[in-house]
């Protein structure tokens, strides 16, 4: 089984200022990682997604995260973050083969991006 | 737009009711699943649906039930409803020709139970 931990629930930034969210996983088995945003009243949008390859995978909206197996971690970061950022952000897991492949997502980083 | 569809996104309704959520997958998604979303518990898996037959099961109450049909459009039921039942119900789908890894999720819909 997979798990996600995201070490921080509330993370509040200025604008322009740079941002990390960090995520730890654990899991038996190679796994697919994912970062997630949902802006309020909405759905949940990918913001990017390591399958395998480059450890350093780049997202839409100028996110980017690292994926790094010894340290079981995927933290998602932006070198300056605008006011539209602030949303709840989603690490998730799932196996890389067979199962179900379901997503187990973490519990959320709130992200408020202050003028 | 992710090209998942769920319908109602709002419903209020009282303890002991039954509801029905509907969820209509991405064209040419195979794989249905169904998410929980509480401020307590975070995003819950409930259930996975592949091509109408179901796949996977999660932390779903036996008060729960869902279904896939043949036109791949989903269905999840609540029934004997309680407070605590109050959440946005997510549905996600996957698993077309060219599976990307990734879920692709309705914009969820928000039950109220008073």
């Known amino acids: ?115 | 737009d992710s090209g998942v569809t769920q319908t109602p996104k709002h419903l209020i309704t009282a303890t002991g009711q039954r509801v029905t959520l509907r969820c209509s997958p991405r064209s040419g998604d195979l794989s249905v699943y169904w998410y929980q979303q509480s401020l307590d518990q975070g995003l819950q898996f409930l259930i996975q649906y592949y091509n109408g037959e179901e796949r996977a099961k999660g932390n779903i109450l036996e008060r729960f039930s869902a279904q896939q049909f043949p036109d791949l459009h989903s269905e999840l039921n609540l029934s004997s409803l309680e407070l605590g039942d109050s959440a946005l119900y997510f549905c996600a789908s996957r698993g077309g020709r060219t599976n990307t890894g990734e879920l692709f999720f309705g914009e969820g819909s928000r039950l109220t139970v008073l």
């Open chain 1, 1 to 115: 089984a997979q798990s996600v931990t995201q070490l921080d629930s509330q993370v509040p930034v200025f604008e322009e200022a740079p941002v990390e969210l960090r995520c730890n996983y654990s899991s038996s088995v190679s796994v697919y990682l994912f970062w997630y945003v949902q802006y309020p009243n909405q759905g949940l949008q990918l913001l990017l997604k390591y399958l395998s390859g480059s450890t350093l995978v780049k997202g839409i909206n100028g996110f980017e995260a690292e994926f790094n197996k010894s340290q079981t971690s995927f933290h998602l970061r932006k070198p300056s973050v605008h006011i539209s950022d602030t949303a709840e952000y989603f690490c998730a897991v799932s196996p890389a083969q067979g199962g179900s492949e379901k997503l187990v997502f973490g519990k959320g980083t709130k992200l408020t991006v202050n003028p």
